[in-house]
Each structure stands twice: as C-alpha cells, then as structure tokens.
C-alpha cells in the first residue's frame, strides 16, 4: 500500500490498465499514456494484437476475457494500479431489439454490462483501499439518445452511463475520480459490426481515436481535486436530437 502511495505522492505516474485495448480507440490510448510516462498494462482477447502493441509501445500486455467472472477476479485483483481506461465492448449488427438473436443478446450483455461488472468488482477495492486513483469508461451517446445505435447495445451502455453515475455516489467521500466519455461516431472501423451496408465515414469529419486519447489524458492530468464526470464527444457536426417525420 505504502508503495503505491509513494509513486503518487513523489510524482510519478500510477500504472494505468487499459481494456479492450487492442481496438482503434484502445491502442491509440496505449501509445498515449506510455508516452506520457504511465506504466501501462494492455488488456485485450487478441494475443496476437496484444503481442504487436507490445512490441510497439513496450507495454505490458494481459490476455483476459472479461466475461469470465473467475478469471478477472483473479487475474485483475493483485494489479497495483492507480488508473483504469475501460474501453472493452461489443456493437454488434443494426437490429432492432425484437429481432436481435440469442447469442447476440447474450454476447452484448456479458460484454458490457458484465464484463464491466467483473472489472469493476477486481480493481476499485484495492483503489479504495488505497484511497486514490483514476477511473474512466468509454461509453456512448447511445446511452442517452435513442435511434442513435441498435436497441440492445445503446441499453448496455444507457446500464454503464448509470453504473458511472452510482459507482461516484459509491465512492463519495473517497479520493478516487471517475468519469465517463459519451462517444459519438469515432473511426475506428467498429460501425463494420452493423452490417448496414452504409460508408458511415466517407464525407464525414469524425472524430479520430486520438481525439478521444488526449481528451482522456487531459482527464487523468487534471488535479488530484478535480474530476471531469461525464462528458460528451462528437464531431462539432454531428448532433443529437431532432425529430424525425415518415410521409404518409
């Protein structure tokens, strides 16, 4: 405990633990906060990808599927870590929610609504205990205005946008932050899972997995007395909200 202390107190970078991190917005995360001192620990499903971002950044890299309540519990729980970027999700296909399939159903909440959970449940007590540290989940503006993803995986994220909420009230009176970003169309090539058919880039300004890595540095170098909650992203063209009228 002491020593995880010090290296807050002395100046140094805490060891931050990234999800999901063999993904667009993840492994441009990893290159950031390597290259802004954090120690880094890379999380992912793809060894292969784990591997490559490895060599890349000289990151430390951990192989875990995250539905796995056992094995996150005990793969996660000893980390002596002060930062959590949690990124790792599911979107799936464009469907509406009576026709989204059992396997699908089943692989959109134990990705994001569980895997969160387990995540969570393995690295805040020993934050808690410690007193201090820094946790941010990538959710989306799905969460909070609808039509803008498919039913299914805009409800997973509407359930993260409410653990953020109530893991702050949770840890009123503690030292630890938590924030959360509400993303909107970032390339990254994870609209691929809708299967539309649609070139949702082209001609579009999104906003790039950068963007969101140095909005989430900024995040994390705020003062120890600051936390940034919530906040929402998108391209400065891009609006939520509006209404929209069928003919007839």
């Known amino acids: ?58 990151c430390r890299t951990l192989v875990l ?19 959590l970027i949690h990124g790792a999700g599911l979107l799936g296909p464009q469907v509406a929610l009576y026709d989204t399939s059992d396997e699908l159903a089943s692989k959109l909440v134990s990705t994001n609504i569980l895997g969160t959970v387990n995540v969570l449940r393995a690295l805040v007590p020993p934050m808690l205990q410690r007193d201090r540290g820094t946790i941010v989940l990538l959710g989306s503006i799905c969460a909070t ?6 039913a299914l995986y805009s409800a997973t994220k509407a359930a993260m946008h409410s653990m953020a909420a109530n893991l702050r009230y949770d840890l009123r009176g503690s030292r630890l932050r938590v924030g959360e970003i509400l993303l909107g169309r970032v390339r990254t090539g994870i609209h691929e899972q809708l299967a539309s058919g649609e070139d949702l880039y082209s001609g579009f300004e999104c906003v790039m997995p950068e963007d969101v890595a140095e909005t989430l540095l900024h995040m994390l170098e705020t003062p120890p007395s600051v936390s940034l909650g919530t906040i929402e992203m998108m391209p400065t063209r891009q609006v939520v909200g509006g209404a929209h009228f069928s003919k007839g």
């Open 65 to 83: 599927d995250i539905t796995d309540a056992s094995a996150s519990q005990a793969v996660l729980a000893g980390l002596d870590v002060g930062v």
């Open 1 to 58: 405990m002491f020593r995880a202390q010090h290296k807050e107190y002395s100046g140094m970078k805490p060891a931050a633990i990234v999800t999901g991190a063999t993904g667009g917005i993840g492994r441009m995360i990893v290159g950031r906060l390597v290259r802004s001192g954090f120690p880094v620990i890379a999380l992912g499903t793809k060894s292969a990808g784990l591997a490559a971002l490895g060599e890349e950044t000289g």
């Open 145 to 150: 205005a609808p039509g803008t993803g498919p």
